[in-house]
């Protein structure tokens, strides 16, 4: 199954619509989970996915059964005879059962796959068993799935069908409106993992309220800032050739930062320290700077245009000294007896001096 097909199908579990479920013999990904299904197979690297196709699961074999008993073995500790006794003994509290086995591709192998095989021949009636997985492997298994259940594929959708989902999301699970360049940014900003774009979503949502548009502003002010931005925010500052500044910020960070607070402020300065040091080096070799820019993948644009002239003002030796200056600095930060305000006062005004 395309990511398309795996993208329209949660979508169409999100609008919650109430579409009868696929036919027992489905081998492939298309479609939802059912009742119906004895065995259910999740694949793919959307956990998200893989959450919600089982909670889609769920919902129907309560509609079902009613109340139903779950349980749920990890892949790598678990023996197949042990779930396959689960799902044929009677559940105590409940009439059907949701047996879930977690990392199946390691559950699964050339030991196990004969007997999943008779049992999918003959599946118990009071219990649905679901496998999840990151991958798997095709084999003979999904053919004697395909006659009481089905292999739903959980792939990892990019970022143009995640902005549309999340416009769809937001309307269907929040009722709040986003518009898709807003959820762009939105998409832009946390990347295309389902898992944490609902997160933040339902937040935004709260923050509108109930039925109010989420804007761009929004995003901005409430969603965080990925590793990637929080590290050029510091590193801007120690470019900016205004050691009143350059403090001023340090401050700021430290004070709001949660213990450890000096650990991303370390990674900043090295990241840059390692950044300058190739440049100047390449740029003394005569490299071309849009060459430099793509093998040190300096981004963005301000980025890469502060990190070159600032390499070529230090040149390699003064370049060395500053990627050693961060070194000590990395290694202070591991010993508690450091007193790493002062150590990284030091540091930004080595860089602010290296930017003037």
Known sequence: MSRRAAYNGFVAKASKTTRGASKTGSKSGAGQPGAQHRIVVLVGKELFLRTQYTSILKEKLE???????????????????????????????????????????????????????????????????????????????????????????????????????????????????????????????????????DSELGKLAVGAGEGNPITQQMVTELVGLTREEEVWAIQSYLLCGDPNRALSELRVILGNSPKNNAVPVVFACSDLARKLMGASEALAQGVNSNVIGKEL???????????????????????????????????????????????????????VAASR
């Open 63 to 197: 509609q079902e059964h009613g109340e139903i008993e779950v349980f749920k073995f990890e892949g790598e500790q678990t023996d197949l005879a042990e779930v396959l006794d689960e799902c044929r003994s009677f559940g105590l509290m409940a009439t059907h059962k949701m047996v879930i086995v977690d990392e199946a591709d390691l559950f699964v192998n050339a030991t196990t796959r004969p007997m999943l095989e008779r049992y999918a021949e003959g599946p118990s009636d009071q219990a649905t068993l679901v496998l999840r997985a990151g991958k798997w492997n095709k084999g003979k298994l999904d053919d004697a799935i395909g006659t009481c259940g089905i292999i739903i594929k959980c792939d990892a959708v990019d970022e143009g069908m995640a902005c549309r989902w999340v416009v769809k999301r937001a309307r269907t699970a929040y009722n709040a409106e986003i518009d898709p360049r807003t959820a762009a940014g939105l998409v832009e900003r946390l990347g295309a993992d389902l898992g944490r774009i």
């Open 297 to 351: 993948k300096l981004w963005p644009a301000s980025s890469k245009d502060s990190i070159l002239r600032t390499a070529k003002r230090l040149g390699p030796k003064r370049a060395r000294a500053l990627f050693d200056q961060c070194v000590a600095a990395d290694v202070a930060s591991k010993s508690s007896g450091a007193d790493m305000g002062i150590m990284l006062e030091r540091l930004m005004l080595s860089f």
